[in-house]
């Protein structure tokens, strides 16, 4: 669906991300109960968690090895009013 395509990426603090999508909502993001997850363990070391991409309107580190679905940040994620 086009509403979960992200159109720009903020880092926040931590391992928080600002999020704004295709329909022009705006979201914060943590990621920390993700971490523990072994797709994304590399995460917690903070300086690679601070370079992500984006790559085919979704976030992406590692060159694009790791990505996070962009519904699930959209569905989950705190609307920024």
Request: net charge negative.
């Amino acid at each position: 669906m086009l509403n979960f395509h992200i159109i720009k990426a903020t880092y926040l603090s931590d391992y928080s991300v600002r999020f704004l999508f295709a329909d022009k909502t705006l979201k914060d993001f943590d990621f920390r109960p993700y971490l523990n997850l072994i797709f994304f363990k590399e995460l917690k070391d903070t300086d690679l968690f601070k370079n992500f991409n984006l790559k085919n309107n979704t976030i992406t580190w590692c060159n694009g090895e790791i990505d996070f679905a962009p519904d699930t940040i959209y569905e989950q994620g705190v609307i920024v009013k």
